[in-house]
């Protein structure tokens, strides 16, 4: 569940603010962070977003207090922490960096157990917390867990660092570009994963990249930084990428941004066309009658489990050489309701009639999904964010 | 990585050399020719207690150099200690430049004859070696692994103790691997100032024209230096971190 799904009107608590921040590093002339608040909510994941060196590590690092704001104060879980003991407030922060940083001469084990060590909690407590944790992001604690960093790959050091994050169970998880080292697949893989992770665990997450994409994928809210870490926007990723505030966010969401919203909704926000099934065994006729109801002048021929097979229209059926069941086109590409909309427009495009066939987990028919439905959503999603 | 491997070839070529030196030795000591001269030179009491005494002033050295150099060391690549740390290499290096025998003989001047006198001076020698390997070993930790301990709530202590030294084992080792070999190479020239040593063996040999006397004096210092640099081996072997 996404944060935007909740009742406008009940506002999820803020877990973390951060209340008029300024930085200015020792010797620089600017502040790194200009007069900075912002809220983080409980529960959700706000995307920092931005061009390189406009702040957004800096931001990260102010909150878990790697360093320590010029001016203003940090609130966590309701108390001022600007000037309690760091290292007590981190062991309460999960903390990811892009490079991890796992140590090199600990086990995987001793290095989930890192904070748990911290913590005094007992060798029983953290050996049980550690195998659960590696289970947790999908490795076989009796394999990975006595082994040595150098001998996993980029991938499995990136879930150990999520691992060793999540140890103490934080509340809140700050993440630094942290599937920016890893490989484009791979690192479509993590993030699925760990969005799957987050729906379970619902943590309070700040993440940090500098890929609109990710940001759009993995942000329930995401903020768009500009220089000195001043918020450009900070809203719902469809709301930025339908209205962008202004030429700033326009130009930092690149021509694509329509595209993006794709990646937003889902095949099942679509509406349904009604392209009727021809069920087996049905005569000729009965097929021609179908095709004939249908108002886009095709219907779907599918097998005894009720799996789309063939599309057929009127002129495949005046055919009466071939046998029904050889008429028409077979049907390649299908989609599942948890499609992205990208997904159906690529599948739509490979088609020449501009639709797609749905189909449920079993693979069983649901209808089809047309250019027109899409372009229908694309419209209505803009006109309700603006 | 580097440093493992030749580590391991160190654990066969160190005692290799060193067992062909004393089947040398063992050779010279038996069949040569020995003249009452080098007979006395190489009086069997004599050498034991030069031998102990070369040992005594290597270790108390190479201990002390240990104890000084590491914390040193550690100290000057705490923040904000930069500009010292550049000044006392310096320093050191300077020191260094300065011929053994000049050194001893300073020390000498400054506090007088005497095993104290020859330890210190060892030592001061033989600083920069550990100190700058220490400086090395902990400045070439991984940043990332330093600032993800921190992010994780462990103090600059535990920082200390649980990454940035353990992590810097391996390098550290090799430093006090050199200074050891300068030490017991360099204690050859305690006799100079009343330290003992297999020094005087080797400058009888020189003075009363003895070639064996020479090289029995110069093949137990050598075995002595073999010996400590076999012992840092090892422990460069074994106590090298897991994982590395
Ligand atoms: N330790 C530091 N000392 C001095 N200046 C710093 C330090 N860290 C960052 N800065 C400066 O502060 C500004 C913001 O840096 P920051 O690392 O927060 O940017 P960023 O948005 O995370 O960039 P990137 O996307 O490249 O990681 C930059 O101008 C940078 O040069
Ligand atoms: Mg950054």
């Known amino acids: 569940m996404n944060a935007h799904d909740l009742d406008p009107l009940h506002e999820p608590r803020a877990l973390i603010e951060l209340v008029n921040v300024e930085k200015t590093y020792p010797g620089a002339e600017q502040p790194a962070v200009r007069d900075l608040s912002l809220a983080v909510r409980e529960g959700e994941i706000l995307v920092l977003v931005g061009p390189s060196g406009c702040g957004k590590s800096t931001t990260l690092r102010l909150i878990n207090r790697m360093i320590e704001p010029t001016s203003g104060s940090i609130i966590f879980e309701g ?14 922060i999960g903390y990811v960096i892009q490079q991890i940083g796992l140590f090199p001469h600990r086990t995987i084990a001793e290095n989930i157990g890192t904070v748990p060590r911290l913590l005094k909690w007992d060798k029983k407590k953290t050996a049980a917390r550690v195998n659960e944790m590696l289970e947790l992001v999908g490795m076989d604690p009796s394999i990975y867990g006595p082994r040595y960093p150098r001998e996993l790959s980029g991938g499995q050091a990136q879930r150990v660092g999520v691992a060793r994050a999540l140890a103490a169970d934080p509340d809140v998880l700050l993440m630094d570009e942290p599937f920016g080292a890893i490989d484009p697949i791979t690192r479509d893989r993590l993030q699925n994963e760990f969005l799957r992770l987050q729906a379970e665990l619902k943590k309070t997450i700040v993440f940090v990249t500098h890929d609109i994409d990710e940001a759009v994928k993995m942000g329930d809210r995401i903020a768009i930084l500009r220089e000195q870490s001043i918020i450009a926007q900070i809203d719902r990723p469809e709301v930025i990428l339908t209205d962008p505030a202004d030429d ?25 066309a009604p392209v009727p099934p021809v069920l087996p065994g049905a005569s000729r006729t009965q097929a021609l009658a179908a095709v004939e109801e249908s108002s886009s002048g095709v219907a779907i021929l599918l097998d005894a489990q009720e799996h789309p097979v063939r599309w057929v229209d009127r002129r495949s059926l005046d055919n009466a050489a071939k046998p029904i069941e050889q008429a028409g086109r077979s049907v390649n590409v299908m989609l599942q309701p948890e499609d992205t909309l990208q997904d159906a427009l690529s599948a739509m495009l490979q088609t020449s009639t501009g639709m797609s066939v749905v189909v449920d987990g079993r693979g069983r028919y649901l209808g089809c999904v047309t250019i027109e439905s899409l372009a229908s959503l694309l419209v209505q999603t803009q006109n309700g964010a603006a | ?36 001269t080098t007979e006395r030179i190489l009086e069997p009491a004599n050498l034991a207690r030069q031998l102990q005494q070369q040992l005594i002033l290597a270790f108390w050295s190479t201990l002390l150099v240990i104890i000084v150099a590491i914390p040193l060391g550690i100290m000057v690549t705490r923040g904000g200690a930069r500009g010292l740390k550049n000044t006392m290499v310096g320093f050191l290096g300077l020191m260094q430049a300065i011929p053994a025998y000049g050194l001893i003989v300073l020390f000498f001047v400054w506090l007088g004859q005497g095993a104290t006198t020859v330890i210190l001076a060892l030592a001061a020698f033989s600083l920069l070696p550990v100190l700058r390997n220490t400086i090395v070993g902990i400045e070439q930790v991984d ?12 103090t600059p202590v535990q920082r200390l103790a649980r ?40 400058n009888a040999g020189l003075k009363l024209n003895r070639p064996t006397a020479i090289f029995v004096g110069a093949a137990l210092v050598a075995l002595v230096a073999l010996a400590f640099d076999f012992a840092g081996a090892l422990a460069q072997r074994y106590l090298h971190p897991k994982g590395l």
């Not at chain 1, 130009?251 to 679509?270: E, H, P, Q, W």
């Not at chain 2, 990585?1 to 067992?19: C, F, Y």
């Open chain 2, 143 to 154: 940043p990332s692994v330093i600032e993800s301990g921190k992010g994780m709530g462990m």
């Open chain 2, 1 to 36: 990585m580097n440093e493992s491997r030749a580590s391991r070839l160190d654990l066969i070529v160190t005692p290799a050399i060193g067992l062909l030196l004393a089947v040398l030795l063992f050779v010279v000591w038996n069949y040569s020719d020995m003249d009452p």
């Open chain 1, 79 to 92: 108390a001022d922490v600007t000037n309690t003991d760091p290292n007590k407030l981190r062991r309460q």
């Open chain 1, 248 to 272: 700033f966010v326009e130009n930092f969401l690149g021509s694509g941004a329509i595209l993006k919203t794709l990646t937003l909704n889902r095949v099942r926000d679509l509406d349904l």
């Open chain 2, 163 to 202: 990454i940035e030294l353990p992590l810097s084992v391996p390098v550290i080792i090799s430093g006090i691997r050199t200074a050891t070999v300068i030490t017991v190479g360099m204690g050859a020239l305690a006799f100079l100032i009343g330290g003992g040593g297999l020094g005087e063996t080797i």
